[in-house]
């Protein structure tokens, strides 16, 4: 697919759909007065220059690929005849086959990019029902590179796996970081010097593992060895229940994705 295209979001003025639609401008993806949103209640201060509407149908009609970023529990007011248009659902739990029953098209994509989609550095996976064409594909790779990286997976089972993982997005880590933060608190440091210290932390941490080809349970495996301080650290947190308390955590999350869908 060459040249701009035209693209709606529904549910636009929305934290996700606005990060997207911010994305594809910044990357030059369309052109704002081929992007037109949806807004439910007030209109929206952002993307000034921008179509915004109040009907969903209409930004339909005024779109080659429409975006569909509701809440789940929203999604039953989203009444919208795409006529075999593309539409790309990032609202988790909702299967494929109800998107086609409701929305009238077969060229259906399940994605589900995170929070860093703010500043372009989500990890977005997406699976394609059997209609969508090779344009369509590169399509949805172009959308979803503009929010940071993007893999398509091989059915919605995948999908819902990594709602409950990538899709947290920063959540899990940040977990992680105010659990550090309490602890060096309560330890006498000041909660600046404690919050820098766990956020340069994390942040050089992700840019290493994606900087080196290294696994992450190589790098763990590296300061065991060493069998300093990190790896005392490390062993403790393990005989506490660190990788089981991760592993129902995301238990919890893919089993909540599944049952999303089931209740749609």
């Not at 009609?61 to 975006?67: C, L, P, Q």
């Not at 860093?116 to 790779?141: G, I, K, N």
Request: glycine share 8%.
């Amino acid at each position: 697919m060459n040249g701009k295209v035209r693209i709606g979001i529904i549910g636009g003025a929305g934290w996700l759909g606005g990060s997207i639609a911010e994305s594809i401008l910044r990357a030059g993806l369309a052109d704002p007065d081929d992007l037109t949103l949806s807004y439910r209640r007030t209109w929206p201060d952002r993307l000034a220059t921008s179509h915004w509407t109040t009907d969903n149908q209409l930004l339909v009609d005024r779109s080659d690929v429409v975006i569909l970023s509701v809440r789940p529990e929203d999604w039953g007011s989203v009444r919208v005849n795409l006529e075999q248009k593309l539409l790309i659902s990032v609202m988790a739990g909702i299967r494929a086959s109800a998107l086609i029953e409701r929305h009238a098209t077969e060229r259906v994509v399940r994605a589900l990019p995170n929070a860093a989609a703010e500043v372009s550095c989500s990890y977005t996976p997406w699976m394609a029902t059997a209609a969508v064409t090779a344009d369509d594909r590169t399509l949805v790779r172009k959308i979803f590179c503009t929010c940071g990286i993007e893999d398509e997976v091989a059915n919605e089972s995948d999908i819902d796996y990594l709602t409950g993982m990538s899709g947290t997005g920063p959540a899990f880590p940040a977990l992680l970081a105010a659990a550090l933060m309490k602890h060096a608190i309560g330890q006498g440091l000041s909660a600046e010097v404690a919050q820098r210290a766990v956020q340069t932390m994390l942040i050089g941490t992700g840019r290493l593992l994606e900087r080196h080809p290294d696994s992450p349970t190589e790098v763990v495996d590296r300061f065991l060895e060493y069998r300093g301080v990190t790896a005392a650290g490390i062993e403790a947190m393990r005989a506490s229940g660190f990788d089981e308390a991760v592993s129902n955590g995301l238990d919890a999350a893919f089993k909540k994705s599944v049952s999303m869908g089931d209740a749609s």
